[in-house]
C-alpha cells in the first residue's frame, strides 16, 4: 500500500510539473525603440574591493561594460549590496548588455537583471490626486 501511495505521489507530482520554456522575449521597447534595464552588482563579500576592482580589470569589465550604444540612466552605491545600474538599452543591444556582464563582472559581482520603467510622474500625480 505504502508503495502504491509512493508511486502516485511520484507519478502525479511528475505530470503537473509545468515544461521548461527558453527565454524569447525581450521587454517591450517603448516610442523610441529603448527599454530600461536595471541592474544589480552585488559584491561577492569574500574579496576586498581592492580586489574585486583587479579582478574586473583583468576580466576587462571597464572596458566592456556599458556597451557602446547604451545609455547610462543612474549608477548608485547601495551600502550592504554593491552597486545599482539603470541602462536605456535599445532592444537590438540587449544581448551585448548580457554578454558584457557574463564575460567581465562575474567573479566579482553576482548580478540581477529587471525590465524597469520611470514611475515618478505617475507616483506625483497619483499623490496629488489622494490629498485633494
Do not use: C
Not at 515544461?19 to 552585488?42: M, N
Request: charged residues 20%.
Amino acid at each position: 500500500m505504502l508503495k502504491l501511495l509512493a508511486a502516485t505521489l511520484v507519478a502525479s507530482a511528475f505530470f503537473s510539473m509545468t515544461p521548461a520554456r527558453a527565454q524569447t522575449a525581450v521587454p517591450a521597447p517603448v516610442g523610441d525603440g529603448t527599454f530600461l534595464l536595471t541592474i544589480f552588482l552585488k559584491h561577492d563579500e569574500s574579496k576586498t574591493l581592492p580586489q574585486i576592482n583587479q579582478q574586473l580589470k583583468e576580466q576587462g569589465y571597464f572596458k566592456q561594460f556599458p556597451p557602446p550604444g547604451v545609455e547610462v540612466v543612474s549608477w548608485y552605491v547601495m551600502m550592504g549590496i554593491g552597486q545599482v545600474v539603470t541602462l536605456r538599452v535599445p532592444a537590438d543591444k540587449l544581448r551585448e548588455v548580457n554578454r558584457a556582464i557574463e564575460s567581465t563582472a562575474w567573479g566579482g559581482y553576482r548580478t540581477e537583471f529587471y525590465p524597469t520603467y520611470d514611475y515618478k510622474a505617475a507616483a506625483q500625480k497619483l499623490r496629488e490626486e489622494m490629498n485633494k
